[in-house]
Nanobody, 121 residues
Framework: QLQAYGGGLVQAGGSLRLSCAAS????????VGWFRQAPGKEREFLAA????????YYSDSVKGRFTISRDNAKNTVYLQMNSLKPEDTAVYYC????????????????WGQGTQVTVSS
C-alpha cells in the first residue's frame, strides 16, 4: 500500500513537501510517480522517479518548481513543491509500479489515497 501525506493549506508562493510511504511491499524496484486531480479535471501527471533515484521526469507545468526524490531505505518518495500557485490546488496522489519512467497513469499498478493541497491567493 501507498500512503500520501503532507498536504495542507498554503499561501501562493509558499512550499510544501509531500511524502509517499510504502508499506507491505517494497517499491525499491519500481518507478514512482506523482499525479494530481483538481475538481472537474482529469488526473494530471506531475513527476516520476526511477527506482534507482538517478533519473527523473517532470511535466512542463511543474518543472523547475517541484522536485521528486526518494529514499529507498525508508521506502518513501517525496515531492518538494515550491512557488505554489492557486492553480496547484488539487488532490495529490502517488503511484508505483512501472520499471521505467512514464507519465501514463495506466502504467502504475499501486495508488495511494491522495492528499489535499490547497493554495490560497
Amino acid at each position: 500500500q501507498l500512503q500520501a501525506y503532507g498536504g495542507g493549506l498554503v499561501q501562493a508562493g509558499g512550499s510544501l513537501r509531500l511524502s509517499c510511504a510504502a508499506s507491505g511491499r517494497t517499491f525499491s524496484n519500481d518507478a514512482v510517480g506523482w499525479f494530481r486531480q483538481a475538481p472537474g479535471k482529469e488526473r494530471e501527471f506531475l513527476a516520476a522517479i526511477h527506482w534507482s533515484g538517478l533519473s527523473t521526469y517532470y511535466s512542463d507545468s511543474v518543472k523547475g518548481r517541484f522536485t521528486i526524490s526518494r529514499d529507498n531505505a525508508k521506502n518513501t518518495v517525496y515531492l518538494q513543491m515550491n512557488s505554489l500557485k492557486p492553480e496547484d490546488t488539487a488532490v495529490y496522489y502517488c503511484a508505483a509500479g512501472p520499471r521505467y519512467l512514464t507519465s501514463a497513469a495506466s502504467a502504475y499498478d499501486y495508488w495511494g489515497q491522495g492528499t489535499q493541497v490547497t493554495v490560497s491567493s
